[in-house]
């Protein structure tokens, strides 16, 4: 089912209307609402609405997707307008409040939802399920909530005129109790993956409810340890809800790492993602207000035809940070054999774009690290692309620039493999039941083709190669680097793993403050231009892991979290103080 848009009044906190639309012409005319909904029917509507929200402008479709994606340390920006401020790290609540207002306008949904389910009377498969959504809608959104923003009021109740809006500020711990609780309620009432047809794609199954619930126990687990607090539940019941998923059967691996992203094949892909953001190109709209998503423009170049609507080429809004693809073609993703050319790990070269192609002079284009010649033998007269490229996000056949079919992928099954291998880790140090889970994740990365086994890297780990819990922390963190790039999950592996350096310190600060500000190993100076004669890239001096200066402009502990909208502070004075150093 395309999740339609349909567009309805959400309350939010502090007495604030959302209609969360472009233009007026969204709306549509007698889409049932709570206070109308008498069928299954009507239901069905509303939960289709509920999904909408998901693939809004000003969530993940663009506003909010920049927030996930530049708040890292993998992708940098150079466009102004609503990337510039994450990536110079100059935003201020002004650009975090759309996802802000929109996460609570979700569990404004499906607590009204809930109020409709308990009145009606409906065939008891269905009210179940429904039931699990709203249960699922709710969780999900409260669990981005606390990532993002630490402490957040809860309600858990539909409003109506006579409530009240001002609510204080719930505990870190309450939120996770409520996520905790909520994606359980909704592993019990949904149905299996393989019980959701195709047209149906991008609503919630028991498994995504238990994928989840992984997830949320592990990053639980890393916030109470990061406190000095005992994380041993959590990561025990990480464990758990990760085997539940694997032993159901209900997911695979594909055998072609490269097949999750071709857009002829993204049906096929939902075998192995347990939970995407659904978005389709929009035959009724166009640009922002329509329901496709805006990746393929934003993450193409110039020079690189073929990857965007009307087989056009990309805007150069997204790219990956040199350091970042310089760093994936050595150590366990390279057999070294050569600085240009090397026997790469596969998913660098699908998820890396390796070369470009501008159709107005029928040029094709080296893009960074690559040289030319160096992937088409004997294209000796290749033009450079100086900007590493994600080429996760590709579709020649979109409406326009904002209207694409690519979905964005927020759990796959490779991640249960990882979260388990973590979560074991953090119990019991590397140990075989671990590595056999991570193993898994780096199996599939040398299969070719389909063909097991086409590459000899990346190695899999051994008892030997992991060393100790920190080794095979980092190990893990790196896996997770290249796996995901691209896919909004960077930032909140840098804020919830714990650094080498010691318990109570993140990832994030390790990254930024001990890593990569080191001038020394990465300049400051991106490259500008490639001297044939020399075969470099120019010119910084080392001439690689160049990185885009404006990242490193953070400090901690204030970029651990993004700052509440002023609108919340100054309407609810219930709600306590903002974030620290916002």
């Known amino acids: 089912m395309k999740i339609l848009k349909y567009i309805f009044l959400s309350l939010l ?21 709570p206070a109308t909904a008498t069928s299954e029917t009507d239901v069905t509507a509303i939960i289709g609405g509920m999904y909408s929200r998901f693939n809004d402008a000003s969530m993940f479709k663009f506003q909010s997707f920049n927030m996930l994606i530049l708040g890292a340390d993998d992708i940098f920006s150079t466009a102004g307008s609503e990337a510039g401020p994450y990536a110079q790290r100059t935003f201020s609540s002004a650009n975090t409040a759309p996802m802000w207002n929109n996460l609570y306008a979700c569990i404004a949904n499906a607590n009204n939802l809930i109020e409709v ?30 990532r993002l923003y630490g402490g957040a009021p809860i309600r858990n109740t539909a409003i109506h005129f006579d409530t009240d809006f001002y609510l204080p500020k719930n505990t870190v711990d309450e939120l996770y109790t409520q996520i905790l609780s909520d994606f359980k309620l909704a592993s019990e009432n949904l149905p299996l993956q393989s019980s959701i047809g195709a047209d149906e794609l991008g609503r919630a199954s028991k498994g995504a409810a238990q994928a989840f619930l992984s997830e949320a126990y592990l990053t639980y687990g890393n916030q109470l340890s990061l406190a000095g ?6 990561y025990q019941q990480s464990v758990l809800y990760a ?30 993602v347990i939970f995407g953001v659904r978005f ?17 423009s934003n993450f193409g170049a ?19 940070s040199h350091w970042f693809a310089d760093y994936y073609r050595k150590g366990d993703y390279s057999n070294g054999v050569s600085k240009f050319t090397p026997n790469i790990d596969y998913r660098n070269e699908k998820a890396f774009v ?4 501008n159709a107005n002079n029928g040029r094709f284009f080296a893009v960074y690290p690559n040289i030319p010649g160096s992937t088409v033998p004997g294209s000796s007269t290749d033009g450079t692309i100086n900007d590493p490229l994600l080429a996760k996000y590709q579709d020649p056949g979109g409406k326009d620039a904002r209207n694409h079919g690519n979905d964005l992928f927020i759990i796959r099954f490779s991640a249960i493999y990882l979260i388990k291998a973590e979560a074991l880790n953090e119990l019991n140090g590397p140990t075989q ?22 590459r000899t890297i990346p190695a899999n780990l051994t008892l030997t190669t992991a060393v100790d819990k920190k080794t095979f922390r980092l190990k893990i963190f790196d896996e997770r680097g290249l796996e995901f790039i691209g896919e909004a999950v960077r930032w909140f592996d840098l804020v919830r793993m714990q650094s080498p350096l010691n318990s109570s310190q993140t990832m994030y600060e390790y990254q930024f403050k001990t890593v990569l500000s080191d001038a020394t190993k990465y300049p400051r100076i991106l490259p500008t231009g490639y001297n044939a004669s020399t075969q470099l890239y120019t010119p910084n001096t080392s001439r690689e892991n160049a990185i885009y200066a404006p990242i490193l402009n953070v400090s901690v502990p204030k970029f651990l979290l993004f700052p509440v909208p002023n609108t919340e502070l100054v309407l609810n004075t219930k709600f306590g103080q903002q974030n620290p150093g916002w």
């Open 117 to 146: 389910l308990d009145k009606l009377t409906l065939s008891p498969a269905f009210e179940k399920r429904a039931y699990g959504e709203a249960y699922f809608i709710r969780a999900f959104s409260y669990y981005y909530l606390v």
């Open 243 to 272: 085997d539940s998923v694997i032993d159901s059967k209900k997911y695979v691996l594909l055998a072609n790492f490269g097949d999750l992203f071709d857009i002829n094949k993204e049906t096929g892909a939902y075998s192995e």
């Open 354 to 357: 390796q070369r470009g192609f």
């Open 280 to 296: 389709q190109t929009d035959a009724s709209a166009r640009a922002q207000p329509a329901a496709g998503s805006e990746y393929a």
């Open 302 to 320: 110039s020079n690189t035809f073929g990857v965007s609507a009307s087989g056009g080429n990309g805007n150069n809004t997204f790219r990956v």
């Open 433 to 454: 039941p671990a590595l056999d889970a991570f193993n898994m994740v780096r199996a599939r990365a040398r299969t070719v083709n389909s063909v097991p086994e086409a």
């Open 229 to 234: 607090q005992s994380p041993i539940t959590q």
């Open 13 to 33: 906190f502090g007495g604030l209307i959302s209609f969360n639309s472009c233009s007026l012409d969204e709306v549509i005319k007698d889409t049932p609402t």
